[in-house]
């Protein structure tokens, strides 16, 4: 079985703050892991993912994440925040032996100018 | 097509009715996945296509709800006799073989009223 959770429905922030989204995952093998954007009214947007490789993960927007295997954590970071990063974000885990992606339940950021 | 396409955008349903919702993955993609989203919720696996084989249909919330891919390229998520309860946004996914990478589409908000 494989989960997903993250802690915080909210986080705020100022513009040019930076900007931290938890996430912590479950999985019986080894994760690949994902975070995803949602606009309102649109599907998901790809950030980035961890397959293998470098712990610290580069994506779009300015966006990173750090797989921490010993915590069992993927969170999300962007130094400076923009306003136009409010949006509601999602974490996803697939196991290596699986095909499908497993969501949190989002988190909805709100930048403020 | 460059991205993955869903048909209509949204939908409105009387209880009872059937619903049809299209998907038209990015060409090639060998894998499909249709996903729903309640409000305010991350998305929920429904069914998972290889081409035009339908692995895993475990997601599907009950046996009004069809899937198919017949000629392993567009896809159709079919419910019937509607309820309040199917009232989400249905997501589509695709990605190539041996890849990581899921694009989703927009989605179809369905509102069943």
């Known amino acids: 079985a494989q989960s997903v959770a993250q802690p915080e429905d909210q986080v705020n922030v100022a513009e040019g703050n930076p900007l931290t989204v938890k996430c912590t995952y479950s999985v019986s093998g080894n994760p690949y892991l994902f975070w995803y954007v949602q606009y309102p009214n649109r599907g998901l947007q790809f950030l980035l993912k961890y397959i293998t490789g470098d712990n610290l993960v580069k994506g779009s927007y300015g966006f990173e994440a750090e797989f921490n295997k010993s915590q069992t954590s993927f969170h999300l970071k962007k130094p400076s925040a923009l306003v136009s990063d409010s949006a509601l974000y999602f974490c996803?885990?697939?196991?290596?032996?699986?095909?499908?992606?497993?969501f949190g339940a989002g988190t909805t950021v709100t930048v403020r100018a | 097509g460059a991205g993955v396409s869903q048909s209509p955008r949204y939908k409105v349903a009387k209880r009872g009715q059937d619903v049809a919702l299209r998907c038209d993955p990015i060409s090639g993609h060998v894998s499909l996945f249709w996903y729903q989203q309640a409000l305010g919720q991350g998305p929920e696996f429904l069914t998972y296509?290889?081409?035009?084989?339908?692995?895993?249909k475990s997601g599907l919330p009950s046996d009004r709800f069809f899937a198919e891919r017949p000629e392993g390229s567009v896809s159709t998520l079919k419910i019937q006799r509607t309820q309040q309860e199917d009232s989400a946004v249905y997501l589509c996914?695709?990605?190539?073989?041996?890849?990581?990478?899921?694009?989703f589409g927009s989605g179809t908000r369905l509102t069943v009223v």
């Open positions: 996914a695709s990605k190539p073989g041996g890849d990581y990478g899921y694009t």
């Open positions: 296509f290889q081409n035009e084989a339908q692995l895993d």
């Open positions: 996803a885990v697939r196991d290596t032996h699986d095909y499908k992606l497993s």
